[in-house]
């Protein structure tokens, strides 16, 4: 891993560690792990403030006696602490706590969580299909959107998942605020290498996904794939290809395939691969070697006057526009932005 990874991962471990601390610290929380059901009981008779989390890993254990504890000496928690409990009960496969949760009147369509989801947005990602499957079980409805106008079929990438979602109703198609589609949001929103393919994008093509549904500023699928790899090469680009896909427009001056012809630079793919290298020996690297060699990039880069590139962005899969695709992309983009003043030449 680069050491500026490790930079990066150090204070959320740290973070994390300490939350994980604090919460075992808890001694409610503890008692509701072991399952003492008169612990949390004795805890909670004595003012003891009691943590969503702590609904959560009862119903995680199958602890129904906690539970059932929880739901007579704390009912006003049964939202926030239901919801918890029935994500947890649905991801270990606690059916009998299911059955207390909707027993006892929690609202199996409560929308919790960040995004203002029901406990099938959280759980469809997670990639448990048992899990999934629970919850349809229960009840729960597959089609209500979060506060982002967002199915539970976005961020799935497990392909069993997807198919089932899929199979009870939901729609294939849905855009969010930001007019990404499912499919859209999978590619756009995670990070794939070029030698990765998410299991669920078959699936969701086969279901009928528009392959050249664009965002609100006209980007598509293959234009996000466009602007990090080399569509000759990258797996995602070539399934998307196949299905019909096409670059669409990119209002941030990302690359812009247009009708499939790409022209190829010597110079820019030498230096891209002089920058997969520096990135793929950067952990190995003394302070004076890495600074040496960046100076050695930079320098090319500047040279080749990439910045001045129509849609430079990314190391690969560069496009030169004429000047009336150019002038036609600015208009696109000022009407798109709502500004008379981008310019890309």
């Given at each position: 891993?680069?050491?500026a990874?490790y930079?990066?991962?150090?204070?959320?471990?740290?973070?994390?560690?300490?939350l994980?601390?604090?919460?075992?610290?808890d001694?409610?929380?503890?008692?509701?792990a072991?399952?003492?059901?008169?612990?949390?009981?004795?805890?909670?008779?004595k003012k003891?403030?009691?943590?969503?989390?702590?609904?959560?890993?009862?119903?995680?254990?199958?602890?129904?006696a906690v539970?059932?504890?929880?739901?007579r000496?704390?009912p006003?928690?049964?939202?926030?602490?239901g919801?918890?409990?029935?994500?947890?009960?649905?991801?270990?496969?606690?059916?009998?706590?299911i059955d207390?949760?909707?027993?006892?009147?929690?609202?199996?369509?409560y929308?919790?969580?960040?995004?203002?989801?029901?406990a099938?947005?959280d759980?469809?990602?997670?990639g448990?299909?048992?899990?999934?499957?629970?919850?349809?079980?229960?009840?729960?409805?597959?089609?209500?959107l979060?506060?982002?106008?967002?199915?539970?079929?976005f961020?799935v990438q497990?392909?069993?998942?997807?198919?089932?979602l899929?199979?009870?109703?939901?729609?294939?198609?849905?855009?969010?605020?930001?007019?990404?589609?499912?499919l859209l949001?999978?590619?756009?929103?995670q990070?794939w290498?070029?030698d990765?393919?998410?299991?669920?994008?078959?699936?969701?093509?086969?279901?009928g996904?528009?392959v050249?549904?664009?965002?609100?500023?006209?980007?598509?699928?293959l234009?996000?794939?466009g602007?990090?790899?080399?569509t000759?090469r990258?797996?995602?680009?070539?399934?998307?290809?196949?299905?019909?896909?096409?670059p669409?427009?990119?209002c941030?001056?990302?690359t812009r395939?247009?009708?499939?012809?790409?022209?190829?630079?010597?110079?820019v793919?030498k230096?891209?691969?002089?920058?997969?290298?520096?990135?793929a020996?950067?952990s190995?690297?003394?302070?004076?070697?890495y600074?040496?060699?960046r100076?050695i990039?930079?320098?090319?880069r500047?040279?080749?006057?990439?910045?001045n590139w129509?849609g430079?962005r990314?190391?690969?899969?560069f496009?030169?526009l004429?000047?009336?695709?150019?002038e036609e992309?600015?208009r696109?983009?000022?009407?798109?932005t709502?500004?008379?003043?981008?310019?890309?030449?």
């Open positions: 891993m680069p050491r990874h930079r990066l991962a150090a204070p959320i471990l740290a973070v994390f560690c300490w994980s601390a604090q919460t075992l610290a001694p409610l929380y503890a008692a509701a072991k399952g003492d059901a008169q612990a949390v009981a004795a805890l909670i008779a003891t403030e009691v943590d969503t989390s702590v609904w959560g890993i009862a119903a995680a254990n199958g602890h129904d539970l059932a504890t929880l739901l000496l704390d006003g928690s049964l939202e926030d602490g919801f918890d409990a029935l994500e947890q009960a649905a991801r270990n496969g606690q059916s009998r706590i207390m949760l909707l027993k006892a009147g929690f609202d199996i369509n929308k919790g969580g960040y995004s203002g989801g029901t099938l947005h759980e469809a990602p997670y448990n299909l048992s899990g999934v499957r629970a919850l349809l079980a229960a009840g729960i409805n597959p089609r209500l979060d506060d982002r106008g967002r199915s539970a079929l961020g497990d392909a069993g998942i997807a198919a089932l899929i199979s009870v109703g939901v729609d294939v198609n849905q855009r969010d605020i930001e007019g990404k589609t499912p949001s999978l590619l756009a929103d990070y290498r070029e990765q393919e998410p299991p669920s994008l078959a699936v969701l093509i086969k279901a996904a528009d050249n549904a664009a965002d609100k500023l006209g980007r598509t699928a234009a996000h794939r602007t990090r790899f080399d000759n990258d797996l995602i680009a070539k399934r998307l290809i196949r299905a019909g896909g096409k669409g427009n990119d941030d001056g990302w395939y247009q009708d499939a012809v790409v022209t190829r630079n010597a110079a793919e230096w891209s691969a002089e920058v997969d290298a520096f990135n020996e950067v190995g690297m003394s302070r004076s070697e600074r040496e060699r100076e990039i930079e320098d090319r500047r040279a080749l006057d990439l910045d129509p430079f990314s190391l690969r899969g496009v030169n004429s000047k009336s695709q150019r992309f600015h696109f983009c000022n009407q798109s709502g500004s008379d003043t981008f310019d890309l030449y």
